[in-house]
């Protein structure tokens, strides 16, 4: 899933400080599940958002909603619904969200609530770890289900470097080397000679540094 | 000028059961203050972060919480929970230029016990001497 988690109060505050009227908006997707912009998140910042306003002495309406997800047109048009009751939208959705009222709003002051930090799971409560960056040519066959691109502090693709250590990353002890884990996966299922094999230098342009990306599915578009 | 600060209590079913015993004039006569409100809830693990905001919105000049001891909580780690959002809001309202103290966790003893007075009076005395709630300033 995309992981979040909420900005700092005082810098909402910032970016609403003209608003009058606030519609807080989350979404049921991603950062529902990373507990960082879903229903219950929502009521905790219109609530601050409050005292917040309550504090600096102004007067202020805060509607709080939870859309289905932010990333999707059909969802963003039920935006309608609170037509004329708003003059800014704070997104606790992922960047995406956030993205996508701009564009499909024009006339509609949107806000980020939520810093998107990466692409993770939480293999224990309360913490996320990235896990993908998405590339856009994904390499995992050959790396053992095991992502260097988001988990190597170098993205290397003929790792390690030469800093790892005990199998720890030379950015951060706490942080393992992928590249350690990767041989180590590779050696038990017996497929070692594929780190042998010297991967050649990679065209970076899918993962980004060609441009925006875009997906286009012609068994879809009708 | 005297201010009387309005300060709403979260307690656990357990930490509070002396309310129960003796009654909102016991804890008078046993000096617990007049103006701390008790709430009480089966387990302060069950205590949302927005009910604690909106009390807060609705005019406290202080909040704190009572569960069990860290260690000890009748439902495993209810007070635990409690803890960590109380910490969550000290942060918010840091962000937001507040006193943090304004919000406080206490682990306390099951049952009767006078710490859960002297609780109700340390944070009494703190938020007097804070004053009155910056989230009560006249709306423009
Ligand atoms: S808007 Fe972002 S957080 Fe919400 S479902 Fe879409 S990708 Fe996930
Ligand atoms: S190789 Fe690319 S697509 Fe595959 S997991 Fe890593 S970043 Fe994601």
């Not at chain 1, 700092?8 to 970016?15: K, L, Q």
């Not at chain 2, 001891?69 to 439902?75: A, G």
Request: aromatic letters at 6%.
């Amino acid at each position: 899933m995309i992981i979040a988690e909420r900005k700092p109060v005082n810098e909402i505050m910032e970016m609403v400080k003209d608003a009058k009227r606030i519609l807080v908006l989350g979404c049921r997707g991603c950062v529902s599940i990373c507990s960082a912009g879903g229903e219950r998140e929502v009521e905790i910042l219109a609530s601050l958002i409050r005292l917040g306003k309550q504090k600096a002495g102004q007067e202020v309406q805060v509607t709080s909603a939870t859309l289905v997800r932010q990333c999707d047109r059909e969802y963003i048009d039920s935006i309608d619904q609170w037509d004329g009751q708003y003059d800014a939208i704070v997104s606790m959705a992922c960047g995406v969200g956030v993205n996508f009222i701009a564009n499909l709003r024009p006339m509609d002051k949107v806000y980020p609530g939520v810093n998107t930090t990466s692409f993770g799971g939480s293999a224990e409560q309360g913490v996320w770890s990235e896990q993908c960056a998405g590339c856009g040519n994904c390499i995992l066959h050959q790396t053992g289900g095991l992502c260097p691109v988001a988990r190597c502090a170098k993205s290397l693709m003929n790792g390690p470097c030469g800093g790892s250590v005990n199998g720890r990353c030379e950015i951060h002890q706490n942080v393992p080397c992928i590249w350690q884990s990767i041989h180590e996966k590779l050696v038990r299922f017996d497929s070692k000679d594929q780190l042998a094999a010297i991967a050649p230098i990679r065209d970076w342009s899918s993962a980004g540094h060609g441009g925006p990306r875009k997906t286009v599915r012609d068994d879809l578009t009708v | 000028m005297s201010f009387t600060p309005n300060i709403q209590a979260y307690c656990c079913h357990y930490t509070s059961q002396q309310t129960l015993a003796e009654g909102p004039e016991g804890l008078k006569i046993d000096g617990f203050p007049a103006n701390i409100t008790i709430n009480r809830l089966v387990c302060t693990g069950k205590l949302e972060v927005s009910t604690m905001l909106k009390a807060f919105e609705d005019g406290a000049d202080g909040v704190y919480v009572a569960g069990c001891p860290l260690d000890k909580c009748h439902n495993l780690m209810g007070s635990q929970r409690a803890a960590k959002r109380v910490t969550a809001i000290k942060k918010a309202l840091a962000e937001l230029g507040v006193e943090p103290e304004r919000i406080e966790m206490y682990h306390l003893p099951r049952g009767f016990h006078p710490e859960f007075v002297q609780a109700g009076q340390e944070m009494n005395e703190r938020i007097t001497a804070l004053g009155a709630s910056p989230f009560k300033g006249d709306a423009k």
